[in-house]
């Protein structure tokens, strides 16, 4: 079996008991709140990650932010499917029938009455109607409806002949990096509690919700609390990266108990000075931004005095605090932000006691549609 | 034949066009300087373009950042190949050789003397010396030997078995983006004529200099005056970006006389509010800085007062200046940074007078080894 210091670099590495016990930690949080996962893959955009999850237990589906994210996870067998994202063009709607010809049930968020009248038309051409959940906006005005008219709304749907009401999403993205830990969760408790009245009033007035929808790993463990909410629609905390960690535990790069399971590692290329050397990382291979920078680490805690800097985008500029690191050497970085890093390779490489046991297709890369 | 606005978004659209006007236009300057263009892949990571800019004429050959991507090119076809950073591993010098038996030529540089003892020892297993430049760092640090240090090094070099040293590279990536002009120009300028400096040395001392390349579209009008330049490594030329037109001509996206051929469209995707639009294009489908965001454009105009935020890794935020974009709606943006943008898509959507008229696979993507 291959050693993972052979791998051509850069390249993601998964640590297999690493991604384990992240996975396991989230669903034993959930299961003891008596809430199910909707795990998102547009953190991943791996398939064989998303059957890892549903493996794991205490799934009720996966999520997928865009319609051609969806239908690859349908093509790759997955079959409870949810669209975070309003579904709005033809060409889109398509993909989105194509979807739900696919699986058990693919699940579409709407928060435009247009679009539901859209969604209703297309929709008769599927032998059941469409099951649709009401996109709520958790006052960041990106996707869904506003509180107060989400009632009128959600009756305007349940009149759709081929859209099939089941419930409300409401995902609060804009408070997941929040570095505020009360702040990040007394605002989402209060925007979630707000969600749920929603909910509630909704569940009062005879519409069919069996499903309340949300969070990210940010505001997790205080929305567990929410009643009402089923299920949570967390992402990173299966690979983590510097940007949480950065929230709560930037020593010992940890976001609560989720560590990083995923690294990218990259080979100095050339040493030629005694400040710096140049790593074949760039931004073509990591997601970069000078507030959060990938960490150096070594067996998972970022070394000292070590600093990442952007290059260009085929190459990286590595400080160290002592002695210059040698012509080939490996450097192990723990991700900025996981999504827009993944998106960027075209494998993971799973690794189990320094050998490599699996390669994962990022087989939704691409899917932007 | 489809019309562009059939075309699912967030997609890449280039105006054929405005591509080969910007293909011409270079490759006429270089010629009447009495040189050759070297065009760089890196930027559209697509054999397609390469291909169609050998075809147009004047060039030595296709330069590749990465070996992956000297190899993706070697395997479309391509037979004269300039990889313009060092190649330092184990894995990489064998996909190297792989590339070399697959090409008429294929060139490498080097700026350390290990590194070189490295290829002249895997080399020896070719039929024949394997052709390499000397990299001159332009005091940026990236890669490269200093220019002091050159001459030396470079009769090392020569003396290697099984290394053919064919000349030098400079390339100064640092200064392709200075706003300010003069700045620009007359720096390079001094850059250059160093490495000129080296290389007649170079030629004086008996070495067999050919090559002198560099250069990048930011430079290249002042560069091509320095006599002993051989050809120049232009990438973002072909497509044109908003970072490039921010340098020169902002109000009509124009850096000298290139103009942006290509664009992403994007489509509203939420429009419950009053201040802004959500659209389907965020950090998957676009490299994003807030110092130079994509610019909303029409008929290859930015249209004035709107402008693009990000909002998340799958959305933007759009602001406009009159009545609100409909759901659905289809906005045209000229790309942030080209490079970075084209690396998150599949294909390059080739549009003649409104229609579809070619799928161009960016097969270099994910080639970041």
């Known amino acids: 079996m291959m050693h993972k210091n052979d791998l051509d670099t850069p390249c993601l590495l998964l640590e297999r008991s690493l991604f384990d016990r992240n996975v396991r930690l989230m ?26 999850q549903l493996e794991a237990g205490n799934c009720v589906g996966i999520c997928a932010a865009k319609v051609s994210e969806a239908y690859a996870l349908a093509e790759a067998g997955i079959e409870n499917i949810l669209i975070t994202s309003p579904v709005t063009t033809p060409a889109k709607i398509e993909q989105l029938l194509a979807c739900a010809a696919r699986t058990r049930e693919c699940l579409v968020v709407v928060d435009n009455l247009d679009n539901a009248c859209q969604l209703n038309e297309a929709a008769a051409r599927l032998p059941a109607p469409l099951p649709i959940l009401l996109d709520l906006d958790p006052e960041m005005g990106r996707t869904g409806i506003a509180f107060s008219e989400a009632p009128e709304f959600a009756h305007r749907l349940h009149a759709m002949p081929n859209l099939s009401l089941r419930g409300i999403q409401c995902y ?8 505020n830990t009360d702040e990040r969760h007394r605002e989402s408790r209060r925007l979630m ?6 909910f509630r009033q909704l569940q009062g007035e005879g519409l069919p919700m069996q499903i309340f929808t949300g969070t990210g790993t940010g505001t997790a463990s205080s929305d567990l609390e929410i009643p009402e909410l089923t299920d949570i629609q967390v992402g990173s905390y299966c690979v983590m990266d510097a940007e949480y960690a950065a929230v ?22 050339s040493n030629n000075h005694d400040s710096h050397v140049t790593v074949d990382a760039g931004l073509k291979a990591l997601y970069f931004t000078p507030e959060t920078p990938p960490r150096v680490v070594r067996q998972g805690l970022p070394l000292p005095g070590w600093r990442y800097e952007w290059f260009c985008d085929e190459h990286g500029k590595l400080f160290f605090p002592g002695e210059k690191p040698a012509l080939g050497e490996r450097i192990e970085l723990c991700l900025p932000h996981c999504d827009p890093t993944i998106n960027l390779h075209d494998e993971i490489h799973v690794i189990d006691h320094g050998k490599l046991v699996g390669r994962w297709k990022i087989d939704l890369r691409g899917k932007v549609y």
């Open 248 to 269: 709560e535990n930037p020593e010992h790069l940890l976001f609560e108990q989720f560590c990083p399971a995923l690294t990218l590692v990259t080979t100095v290329i």
């Open 27 to 52: 669903l034993e949080r959930a299961a003891i709140a008596g809430k199910a996962l909707r795990p998102h893959a547009k953190t991943h955009k791996c398939s064989q990650i998303a059957r890892e």
């Open 172 to 179: 609060a993205g804009h408070l997941q990096h929040l570095r």
């Open 193 to 198: 509690q707000k969600a749920a009245q929603v």
